[in-house]
DNA sequence: TTGAAAGCGCTAACAC
DNA sequence: GTGTTAGCGCTTTCAA
């Protein structure tokens, strides 16, 4: 800039005023500076005025895992929205590993991004309060932070997982097995809470063996599944806990002879072309991220509202596995 | 930093020293200014840090869309890397728009990110001249870069392309059509040459009305075959460009009594489940990202190879759908 | 309309 | 082992 200045044969600010488009400049100068800004191939250095300013106009995006298709979508609404507010968004996987989500949370607080939008993998969030205390707009999604009041957006697992049930209930199902994610997770034990209201609801007992909360690694879920479909009296129809463990779930049952039925939690793609087409209790992945980064926005505007938990409706998409009766 | 070392009663360096972890700092100092550290709840601000020492610890990456599941494996594979250099990303979707790629690929310089993966949607990179020889390392992925020379790495489309089209006539297909996506893009025109290689190395004619390149927008991609479905000599097989059309052929496949043929270029989740299963050429996005990734640190460590262009190969994966005899 | 000086928070270089 | 000074490239303040 101060060679921009120099060739230009104008004062530093002035050229500053070009760059940052303020008034108060003749095009006459403003002319001769952008000639020796062509001229130099300069661009303006951000960190230098992120420092100056106190903001970085970028919002950083915690979350499990960048190469898992639900949360794609999520993370493109949450850009599309930074993108409104002319902010860039930096991001990392944190592999659901709590420690490795407090180090980069803290990276991106070194960073200073203006807000921070978590799926939180650990359940203790208190080394956040500094930083919220000292600006740093933060937001909640699909999981609530651990042990610290703040935003969150999520889903209704409860309400999705209950309906999920209650729809095999209603197709004749009395033995119904559920195949979560880990307990650790919220969204596991808020989908197992209404796997059971649903069948606490219909008077229906519920066997140990009928759930399977854990990884959801296709050699866990896999085993799981087996194990419900063995023995004198098999499971008639499963209920899975998310999208991956769908997925090995529909690869168990391609092999099976007896039909069994089956609804997923979340939605996924070609989910409707299989056969029988999958029912699922679909989440909109990309309604949690622009709802979240939108809040986010609003404190970054100014607003403190008190921090607020909001929860989106889920809704139940039958494609005929969920409607196949007993077998 | 300034009342961290007040607080501690030691000059500003030796919290610098304890902060970035140098040596030469007694035990008992060390304590003092932890200490300090905790009650103030400080922590460095980085972008003072980047100003001073030119490098920002950050890799930016432009792709066309965080959303296509295509890209999401890729970005987690540069991620991985630039987590092993201690490095975070940060990433916008161009929306295949050259407009929104060249804003976003300045706005990246703007803030000095050490090295750029960018996978191109414009055809003209000369803008990002000044910023190469500025020192941004850059490595083009999945397409090569317009009127400048870098590096780039890509999947073998054209021999792909061909590989699977040659397939396709083993199995006994001489009216064989080809949807793909844009000629503008890059790798829609190599498979569409790897088709027209393959068509020509085993002597067929190919008609024009079987070919049809464009958006993957479903609308076009179910006009496109359904018209190479219909009339007196209709296609016997298809070849799809991309992961998008196929799942859009595979819907139109399902609609129709006779079977068709299918080949799809880029594999996709659930394509062993459907019936027939979809036989793909696969490329392996996660290298993609991860052989760019390893390339860009090379450069950034300081080797300086003249621009190479990397091609991966392709693999056929036959499930059935590309094993069907013609009608 | 324009520019000079101060300073954002940090680290490199060089004292002590 | 520790502190002091200068300056990274920009914007803010205030004077011309």
Redesign the pocket.
Known sequence: ??DV?ARA?????????V??GE????P???RRVQEAIEALG????????V????RTASVGLVLEDLADPFYGPLSRAVEEVARAHGALLVNGSSAEDPERERELVLALCARRVDGLIVIPAGDDHRYLEPEIRAGVATVFVDRPAGRIDADVVLSDSFGGAREGVAHLIAHGHRRIGFIGDHPRIHTATERLRGYRAAMAGAGLPVDDSWVSLGSTEPGRVTGAATAMLAGPEPVTALFAGNNRVTVTVVRVLAGTSRPVALVGFDDFELADLLRPGVTVVAQDAAALGRVAADRLFQRLAGAAPAPARVELPTRLIPRGSGELPPA
Chains 1, 2 share one sequence.
């Not at 044969?9 to 500053?16: D, E, F, N, Q």
């Not at 008034?23 to 003749?26: E, L, S």
């Open positions: 800039m101060k200045a044969g104008v004062g530093l600010k002035t050229v500053s005023r760059v940052g008034p108060g400049v003749t006459e100068t403003e300069f661009r303006r250095n951000d960190s230098a005025r420092l100056r300013k106190g």
